[in-house]
């Protein structure tokens, strides 16, 4: 099973290989792209081989990972990430080559990735933004994800206090289920009127 190839009209999700090494550093070491993430730009290809064995082909060894590149059919060429981690929170993340903004790329992988988690039997999934970044909470929106609650946190490495908005989907009906533990470990939590 592990990470099953999806596609959509446009696109191609698919695993990252060695050879994308390449795409994934035009990616990560971009200061616009990775200005909202939860590391420091990259500064070498050998930074990103690094990122590229610990985030992807260690999850890659996995019985299952839901980690992608994000590809356009017409070229097969990764202009982006999708996931969803398989620890507790099944945080939802996502990342696109600045070139690609506005065009609806992450909401089309982002429905097709959800239907797959869906299918696989995945209860429910979480995403969180910073609030200075609203797009990004657009893009769970449009995925039908619905704000849950705030929450300040000290983001690390980059040490800054951050104010995250809590989004969640839930597939097993159960709409009043919410993942607590954010809020649960960040005293500085609330629920805004959005």
């Not at 993430?37 to 019985?63: D, G, H, N, S, V």
């Not at 980690?67 to 993340?93: P, T």
């Not at 490495?157 to 919410?178: C, H, S, T």
Request: proline share 4%; charged share 25%.
């Amino acid at each position: 099973m592990n990470t099953p190839q999806l596609e959509t009209e446009r696109l191609i999700l698919r695993k990252f290989t060695q050879t994308d090494i390449e795409a994934l550093y035009m990616l990560l070491k971009d200061e616009k792209v990775n200005q909202f993430l939860p590391w420091y730009p990259m500064k070498t290809i050998e930074e990103t081989k690094k990122f590229y064995e610990e985030r992807y082909a260690a999850k890659y060894e996995q019985p299952q990972a839901y980690a992608y590149a994000i590809c356009l059919k017409s070229n097969n060429y990764a202009i982006g990430y999708i996931n969803v981690d398989m620890e507790e929170h099944h945080d939802f993340g996502y990342g696109l080559h600045k070139d690609f903004w506005n065009r609806g790329i992450v909401t089309e992988a982002g429905k097709a990735l959800i239907q797959q988690v869906k299918k696989d039997g995945m209860l429910y999934i979480t995403a969180t933004h910073d609030v200075k970044n609203p797009r990004s909470g657009r893009v769970m929106q449009k995925l039908g994800m619905k704000y849950c609650y705030s929450y300040k946190e000290y983001w690390q490495p980059k040490n800054i206090p951050v104010l995250f908005r809590m989004y969640q989907l839930n597939f097993d009906g159960n709409e009043a289920f919410v993942y607590k533990k954010y809020w649960n470990m960040y005293p500085n939590h609330f629920i805004e009127n959005l």
